[in-house]
């Protein structure tokens, strides 16, 4: 004779029904297999839609200013700005070498250079 068990909120003890051949039946918190399932994690614990806005919002407790001329300047701004002006004097190398003709897809070309010379900018005089 095969048993189901079933498992209840309102009882610790477990009770058994008679089988009738069909496959064991486990039951948590007094639902049967038909009822319509539980939510998501996520909106079970409203307070796990805060965690990404934690975990990103994370790196704005420190603002990198520089000083210029009296006023607070943003450094990631100085680094763009001195990120193009680099790449802008590898352009005027690259055309008095006699290379700049020979180059394919310059502005992929330019563009991860200017990208190469804001972050390395940043790692030199920025880094925590």
Do not use: E
Request: aromatic share 12%.
């Amino acid at each position: 004779m095969r048993t189901n068990l079933v498992l209840t909120d309102d009882s610790r003890s477990t009770r058994t029904r008679g089988g009738d051949g069909s496959s064991p039946v486990i039951l948590f918190s007094g639902r049967s297999c038909g009822d319509k399932p539980s939510p998501p994690l996520i909106l079970n614990q409203p307070w796990l839609l805060f965690l990404p806005a934690i975990l990103l919002l994370g790196g704005c407790a420190h603002s990198p200013t520089v000083d210029v001329l009296g006023s607070y300047f943003p450094a990631w701004m100085l680094c763009i700005i001195i990120g193009l002006f680099s790449t802008l004097i590898v352009r005027l190398l690259l055309i008095g070498f006699g290379i700049y003709a020979h180059l394919r897809l310059k502005p992929v070309l330019f563009s991860c250079t200017a990208i190469f010379f804001t972050l390395a900018v940043w790692l030199v005089f920025f880094k925590n």
